[in-house]
């Protein structure tokens, strides 16, 4: 692993440092303990070698505990191509370097099971996206756009829970930015499910442990016990007995509901469970599609159920997607590496101090209309921008809802344009030509049209 050389430079001196032209008269240090910060300025992190090359441009850049947004003010005002920050590589306040670095308590509560979270993943992306998506057909990519990923990723990196509930705190503190897209599932409604990702579960027992469940008397995992006990069929043999049962239960689960639903999330969990029976794996997480129009994260407690019961429930395409997002936790955590974000936590705390509704459209970003934040040290989450004119709306309304045009309801459009075009012109042609307007009304007409467009010009 690559060590990193600290030296501190001062606010005139960053803009020269970040491009590689440093002008600090002292010699760097081993341990950014040993820094001793003079004035307002950075702590720079270098490669050891990196000099060797006749190329110093900084890895770390570690922001002082004081006038930090004096520091971004004068950056952005007087150096203006060092703003943001991120540009140049990863961006962590001292705070948040000694709480990783320094880490005191191991993870024992989400860290349990690293290898469950790729599911819970798979479903916030179901839940997120459109309701026709499939497991097969979701682009991967949406994987970092989830808050799930967010907190795996701190989880498995990291193995704090310190760190790992920071994150969380910070994710719902965004999901009320007004700048950024709203999305269909809550921090609020996820955190009982994160906090089972840890339960205890017999491996080797997969599926038929699964069905225990259903007795009322498990209330470690399910609280009171899933009511689904009373539908036999989701337990039978036959697969067309499970569906009946399943969409018997599926319409009492939907009248017995009547919108209130507890905030355990037993009720989500409960319909889940219910479609993962049908296939005794992941095959039929379409039957899902009908009931998670009101709550989408009926597709994240279905992801839970999938991660527990493990490998041997998963059917071709859930393997390959889960997988996949699987590899992009695996990556340990390292201060030499270069964070792909946008900006980090710090400076989007002083942007979001500005109260500017173009600060973040103005941003250089990887994607036009997406941010990249780091929320933590090596978690990186995505978040879709509004336009400038939807985030005024927002402002005066407690609920904006941008519903594009689909292309059914634009060709409707375009053949009722092109029907009326066809009867203006029938109707033309039945005019007859020896019936015409008189003289002495067309004059008028022209003269007013004439004086009419006479005052536009002018």
Known sequence: ???????????????????SMPNSSHPPKHSIEAVEPEGLGAILGYPQKASEDGYSSPYLIVLPTVKLYELFAWLKTYAAETFPLSQFGRVVSRADFDSVKKIANPGKH????????????????????????????????????????????????HKSDFVTQECINRLESLSSDRRFVDRSIHVKSLLPLWSRVGTAWDDNAGAEQLLKTCHPENKDLFGNGPSIAEYKGLLSDSAENRVVAYRNFAKDWTARLTG??????????????????????????????????????????FGLIAALCGPTSWDPAWARAVKSIEKSLKSSFSWEEI????????????????????????????????????????????FRLKSAGVVRDAENSDAIVETPASTADIDMLYKFVNDFIKIADKRKLNISDTTPLPSDDIAPRNKRAGSRGGRKQS
């Open 1 to 19: 692993m690559t060590e990193l050389n600290f030296v501190f430079s001062s606010r005139d001196d960053l803009p020269d440092a970040l491009f």
């Open 260 to 301: 209130a639903r507890g905030q355990d999330g037993q009720a989500e969990l409960e319909i889940a469970l219910a479609a993962f029976l049908v296939g005794r794996g992941t095959s039929h997480s379409f039957l899902l599609k009908d009931v998670v129009r009101n709550d989408p994260s009926i597709y994240v407690w």
């Open 339 to 382: 964070s792909p974000c946008d900006i980090s936590w710090a400076e989007y705390r002083w942007l979001d101090s500005l109260e500017n509704e173009r600060t973040f459209q103005e941003l250089p970003k990887l994607l036009p209309k997406v941010l990249s934040m780091e929320i933590v040290p090596g978690v990186v989450c995505q």
């Open 110 to 157: 989400f860290w349990q099971r690293p290898d469950r979270w790729p599911s819970v993943v798979l479903g916030e992306m179901l839940a997120q996206s459109d309701k026709d998506s499939s497991v097969s057909s979701i682009p991967l990519s949406r994987a970092t756009a989830t808050y799930s990923f967010s907190v795996a990723r701190a989880s498995v990196a």
